[in-house]
């Protein structure tokens, strides 16, 4: 029988070792995936992906604040 076990925690750091990815949490605990360096390639694109998004919303959203500052003048 397989478990699944499913942990919620607030991301404090990570470190990626030679062959693993480590992740520690506020309260100090840490996780420490083993991974292959295609593993790293796999992972840095849904990382790379989610993050040019925030930078997509945040661009979107400080160009329209500046369009609104712009009205008021």
């Keep these: ?13 990570c470190y990626t070792g030679w062959n693993s990815l480590q992740f520690t949490d ?4 840490d ?3 083993q ?6 390639l796999s992972v840095e694109k849904s990382i790379k ?3 040019d998004r925030i930078r997509s919303d945040r661009a979107e959203e400080a ?4 369009g609104e500052n712009s009205e008021d003048e």
């Excluded at 160009?63 to 500046?66: A, E, G, P, W």
């Design 31 to 33: 996780v420490e995936i």
């Design 63 to 66: 160009s329209k604040l500046v």
């Design 26 to 29: 506020e309260a100090g605990n």
């Design 49 to 51: 992906n989610k993050a």
């Design 35 to 40: 991974m292959t360096d295609d593993d790293f």
């Design 1 to 13: 029988m397989k478990v699944k076990q499913v942990v919620n925690t607030k991301f404090y750091s």
